[in-house]
């Protein structure tokens, strides 16, 4: 069994900052890349950021220069430093991970189980 706990999410003021952390248990092997996803009310799941295990990184564009994704590789875990803070980008975060539980396994994807971000004054 593989689980994906986020932790971070909160309220805070447009400008504001928040990090979002998130740590993968269980029988794992590798983990290939680790990326977070935002979810709207009434919107589509779409990609914020995502990275791979050398630590290549990829940003939506209505991110870029604001947000940080990094991983610690030994940890298990990804994070994503959130800086100048926009009312948009309010929405429910998931973090994703897709990796091996055994050396013989092929790829599977896991999902968390959201933390809500809400950027208001």
């Known amino acids: 069994q593989v689980q994906l706990v986020e932790s971070g999410g909160g309220l805070v003021q447009p400008g504001g900052s928040l990090r979002l952390s998130c740590a993968a248990s269980?029988?794992?092997?590798?983990?290939?890349?680790m990326a977070w996803y935002l979810q709207a009310p009434g919107k589509k799941r779409e990609l914020v950021a995502s990275?791979?295990?050398?630590?290549?990184?990829n940003y939506a564009d209505s991110v870029k220069g604001r947000f940080a994704i990094s991983r610690d590789n030994a940890k298990n875990t990804v994070y994503l430093q959130m800086n100048s803070l926009k009312s948009e980008d309010t929405a429910v975060y998931y973090c994703?991970?897709?990796?091996?539980?055994?050396?013989?396994?092929?790829?599977?994807?896991?999902w968390g189980q959201g933390t809500q971000v809400t950027v208001s004054s």
């Open positions: 994703n991970a897709r990796l091996k539980r055994t050396r013989w396994d092929s790829e599977s994807e896991y």
């Open positions: 269980g029988r794992i092997f590798t983990i290939n890349t």
């Open positions: 990275i791979t295990q050398e630590g290549s990184t």
